[in-house]
């Protein structure tokens, strides 16, 4: 049976799951949310996370927002609490000889379609932050900002991050010298200098402009732990881990 069509666009003051709840009630379930994490980073994959909360009072999770917004002991406890009690939800890591590649916005485009198609459940309409996902079969609608407008989006992006954070943290302990653990391959100050000393490692983006400089400059690409590998796979709400070390 077709849904009703939308009879408004909830206002911003509205609350986090009136996007859900407006599109529910036109037939339009379940809802599922789409972001991404890392697209900004010069080195470490690209993380993206799909999640359908559960509708009514069982899908309220206080304190969803941004995951940027959170801290990292806050972002840790609400993925918990998402990965719990979520109705279905997954994150797909993209790595960075892909975003060398094709690009980081092909990339991310990707990235959104598979985490949306490892979902156990179909979801019947789709919000993703800040640009539309083309060829995924269902309607969707763009958000600016849209983690920190729609709860699902919201909650799509902490599983993102924190599943990225962690990567990143392992990352630290085959990289010492870059400091993965705190700027999480973001371009800081102290990331630069670490790049103009030693050089990339494998896990750079060397079609980012600073990080072919510091190729330039070094000659060389700096190793560490196992060289070569890339952490691939995805993460499903089941708990399953598929994919591998490359």
Not at 211 to 235: P, Q, S, T
Request: hydrophobic share 40%.
């Amino acid at each position: 049976m077709k849904g009703r069509p939308l009879r408004y666009t909830p206002r911003r003051d509205a609350g986090l799951h009136a996007y859900e709840r407006v599109l529910e009630h036109a037939g339009f379930a379940p809802v599922a949310g789409v972001d991404e994490a890392g697209r900004g980073a010069c080195a470490g994959p690209l993380v993206v996370g799909a999640v359908i909360l559960a509708s009514g009072r069982r899908g309220r999770i206080a304190g969803l927002t941004d995951s940027k917004l959170l801290t990292p002991a806050r972002r840790e406890e609400l993925y918990a609490e998402i990965v719990e009690r979520a109705v279905d939800w997954s994150a797909i890591v993209v790595p960075c000889h892909d975003i060398d590649r094709i690009g980081v916005h092909r990339c991310n485009v990707t990235g959104m379609r598979r985490a949306l198609a490892a979902l156990d459940r179909r979801p019947a309409y789709v919000l993703s932050d800040g640009f539309p996902v083309p060829g995924i079969g269902v309607p969707g609608l763009a958000m600016i900002k849209g983690d920190q407008v729609a709860a699902c989006v919201a909650a799509a992006s902490i599983v993102a991050k924190v599943t990225r954070d962690r990567i990143m943290v392992e990352l630290h302990g085959r990289y010492p010298a870059y400091g993965f653990d705190v700027h999480k391959g973001y371009v800081t100050r102290d990331h630069s200098l670490a790049l103009d000393e030693h050089g990339p490692c494998p896990e750079h983006r060397f079609s980012f402009v600073n990080v072919g400089r510091a190729l330039r400059k070094n000659g060389e690409v700096a190793l560490g732990g196992e060289a070569g590998d890339e952490l691939l796979g995805e993460v499903s709400g089941d708990g399953r881990t598929e994919g591998a070390r490359a």
